[in-house]
């Protein structure tokens, strides 16, 4: 799942999707689309394998916190919606951390080719910046601290959109169980029905709901978040996020805070099914493979 960070970063430079289509390829050709995608691809990596790892955890404090007793999780019970919207804010909660530094270098690469294109003598060669190069003066500028410039707004991002990701899909998913169960009248059918997987198509709406909800709910967010990132590549001042928050309000109103949304949803509702199609298919086959013996040293999943 790609964050919302791209979008809105690109927002701050573009008046829209085709105004940002034709400035790349009016400045850089059809490649010029393609510019920065391993930061972009990097990123999905880190932020989908932390978010489910953290996720784990986050179902497990709820057992070291002594909210749910160890017996629940002995017996492998669906956990109460509010525990897993819960371990959804605790995944996110330490996947902004990991999120920050990467989208800082991602969205300031962005930004400063786009600044020193539009600037810079077309005699001379352009140069795109580097990763190596970004990371240099994010660190000259800032230090060590530099990289997780914005970390408030991811924070916030992250939180509440980690909730909603996992919240909205398992709260999707249940209901479409219970419209399933309802030509069922006895608890025995009931169970074995939940021990069946949904039709892939209810699957990816499911999903589909998770990456439309934490995209929306939690859109202004990364929009503040991504000024206060890129005001440094451009030579601002360090910016606070009520700061920024209050700036866009002035300047643009709510529509300031969601300029860009409209393609991030476009992108995500896709993005969030495949996502979670993928994963609770190989969770379910990796259950079975344990539970049938052949790997008796792993862990249950």
């Given at each position: 799942m790609e964050s919302v960070g791209d979008i809105a970063c690109q927002a701050l430079r573009y008046s829209g999707p085709l105004d940002c289509f034709r400035k790349s390829v009016n400045h850089?050709?059809?490649?010029?689309?393609?510019?920065g995608v391993s930061g972009p691809v990097v990123g999905a990596i880190f932020e989908t394998s932390s978010l489910f790892f953290f996720e784990s955890l986050g179902r497990k404090s709820v057992y070291w916190l002594g909210w749910l007793p160890k017996e629940y999780e002995d017996k492998d019970a669906a956990l109460p919606l509010p525990i897993l919207w819960y371990s959804g804010a605790f995944s996110g909660a330490f996947t902004s951390f990991v999120l920050t530094p990467i989208e800082l270098i991602k969205c300031n690469m962005q930004v400063s080719s786009i600044a020193a294109s539009s600037t810079q003598n077309r005699r001379i060669p352009f140069q795109a910046p580097t990763v190596q190069s970004t990371v240099r003066g994010v660190y000259r500028l800032g230090g060590l601290r530099g990289f997780w410039r914005g970390q408030t707004g991811t924070f916030i991002r992250e939180v509440g959109g980690g909730?909603?990701?996992f919240?909205?899909?398992?709260?999707?998913?249940?209901?479409?169980?219970r419209w399933h169960e309802r030509g069922l009248h006895s608890q025995e059918e009931r169970n074995a029905l939940r021990t069946r997987p949904l039709p892939l198509w209810e699957q990816a709406v499911a999903g589909a709901s998770a990456g439309l909800s934490y995209n929306f709910l939690f859109?202004?967010?990364?929009?503040?978040?991504s000024r206060i990132q890129t005001s440094a590549s451009m030579g601002g001042v360090r910016k606070t996020f009520l700061g920024e928050a209050r700036f866009v309000w002035y300047q643009s109103g709510l529509r300031g805070f969601y300029r860009g949304c409209g393609i991030t949803l476009v992108k995500a509702a896709p993005a969030s099914a495949f996502i979670f199609v993928v994963y609770d298919g190989l969770r379910r086959q990796f259950h079975m493979t344990l539970m049938e013996g052949k790997f008796p040293m792993l862990c249950r999943v």
């Open positions: 850089d050709g059809i490649s010029g689309l393609y510019r909730a909603a990701w919240g909205f899909k398992e709260t999707t998913t249940r209901l479409f169980y859109f202004p967010a990364d929009t503040v978040k």
